[in-house]
């Protein structure tokens, strides 16, 4: 059930009619049981996945409470006896039987996330080697289909585990409660990823009617709409022409692809989460930003600071801060020091970094495209940070650049055009031929295709590319105003009748310039495929 089609649009308005309706203690109740219905939907055997994951994560972070709880008792009433190295050896091995839980549960959920999603990969490889080696009958794939959202859920529930094993958030008791918690359905789809702390401030929270609240969601959901069915459905249109004959679009087309893809992604990521965040403010749940205008960023480490934000902090405060004070990466810290110098101590440093985006990408796909497109963005961020000494030498020499609007600009189109350049892998999905279409760009680059009317032979007309063009400029114009309070906020407290009739021109624009399927359906968004 996307959430630009009636069928959840039918679904949200019973659902909040009823929410507003029910005693407020039973709210809660009422959510859940709508995001079960919601991830039905989709297919009833996804419930066994997402039921799995909910019930192991459940009773694995309550099991490992209870264990320190039991240690703090024990040794608050005996501690008087134990020498120090009592005291040691007991709280390590009160930590080892926590952590055995913890991996337990870590290995079960993570190895049904594989299983799902990678074994067709590392079978299709293995048969790959194998017939360049000569080898005999290749293995047969498996017939698994992906549950909506896992990729998603997964990390959400295992972030809570981690928390509760580290004691930055108490268990839930309640099996329900934490089951809402995974499987809350604004933010199922497609993230953001969120942290038990943040969410449950508000998940479980008895709401009253607000009508300013629910008019506010209703008018991000409604901008999510826009940008959705305007602009990033009408663009996929001309990109699928692109992409479906290589050979004939190169040069200028390749640079088109990466523009075109950068606004269509931005604007099908983003509506998705505008949706998300606006369907859980008319609930009266808070939901985690998870942008924060990622086209104006100086490089890549501000990029990813900026786009999928959730994604980046769940990657850098779970995997490469635990593994760079690792046992392994600080034997390999202490020897590259001890052999190379200060070189030697970045070595770890970016060794984790390479593995950190060697997950991402895989996180995205299982294809190769996808872990070259994340080993990619972690060796530009490395390069970045290592010609450091010379961007500050040259800013020496020039002073009056750093700072300057131009200088900023200069590097703000660097970083859109080489971030756009390593996502087109994304679109091509062939490594090679990626590579091959890029290098057209210096070999045949063609510019006559811009103005001898190329582009209005891609499947869209010129009022389509106008029409776009109007969803993209004003999705840039409302950025730019919204560096420092959201338009919508900002015009609700100044210009309330502005603000309304906004809306209403809004709603109007979808209707009439928006992009559908069958029964005014849109196309799925982007991310659901992770």
Partial sequence: MSFATTQ?????????????TVPRRWQWKLLLAGSLFFYWFAGWWCLIYIGVTAATTWLAARRMEDLAREQDA???????????????????RGKSRRFRWLLGCLLVNFGILAVVKYTNFVIGNLNGLAAALGGGQPLPTLSLVLPMGISFYTFQAMGYLIDVYWGKCPAERSLGRFALFVTFFPQLIQGPISRFGDLSRT???????????IAMGAERVLWGLAKKLIVADRLAIPLRTLV??????????????????????????????????????????????????????????????????????????????????????????????????????RVSVHTCSIILWFVTGLWHGASWNF????????????????????????????????????????????????????????????????????????TAFRPQALWDGSFLE???????????????????????????????????????????????????????????GIGFDATQFIYNQF
């Fill in 8 to 20: 959840f649009l039918a679904f949200f308005g019973v659902l909040l009619l009823l929410y507003y």
């Fill in 74 to 92: 024990w040794f608050r009433e005996h501690k008087a006896g134990l020498s120090k190295e009592e005291r040691k050896a007991w709280k390590a």
């Fill in 203 to 213: 998940l479980y929270a008895e709401h009253p009617w607000d009508s300013r609240q």
């Fill in 244 to 345: 479906a004959d290589p050979d004939q679009y190169r040069g200028v087309y390749v640079l088109a692809v990466i523009f075109l893809y950068a606004v269509q992604l931005y604007a099908d990521f983003t509506g998705g989460i505008d949706i998300t965040i606006g369907a859980a403010q008319m609930l009266g749940v808070q939901v985690t930003e998870n942008f924060q205008r990622p086209f104006f960023s100086k490089n890549a480490a501000e990029y990813w600071r900026r786009w999928h934000i959730t994604m980046g902090t769940w990657f850098r405060d779970y995997l490469f801060y635990p593994m760079s004070v690792s046992k392994p990466i600080l034997k390999l810290h202490q020897r590259c020091r001890n052999r190379f110098g200060r070189v030697g101590k």
């Fill in 371 to 442: 872990i070259v497109w994340g080993l990619l963005n972690g060796i530009v961020i490395i390069i970045s940070q290592e010609l450091e000494p010379l961007y500050d030498k040259f800013h020496a020499r020039f002073p009056r650049l750093r700072g300057s609007r131009g200088w900023d600009a200069v590097q703000v189109l660097r970083t859109f055009w080489l971030m756009g350049a390593i996502r087109v892998l994304d679109v091509y999905r062939d490594v090679p031929l990626t590579f091959r279409q890029l290098g057209t760009v210096f």
């Fill in 458 to 516: 891609l499947g869209v007309g010129m009022g389509d590319w106008l029409a776009a063009a109007a969803g993209a400029g004003a999705m840039l114009v409302c950025s730019l105003l919204g560096r420092r309070e959201p338009v919508r906020e900002r015009l609700a407290r100044h210009s309330p009748h502005l603000a309304w009739g906004g809306c209403v021109a809004l709603i109007w624009l979808t209707l009439i310039f928006g992009v559908y």
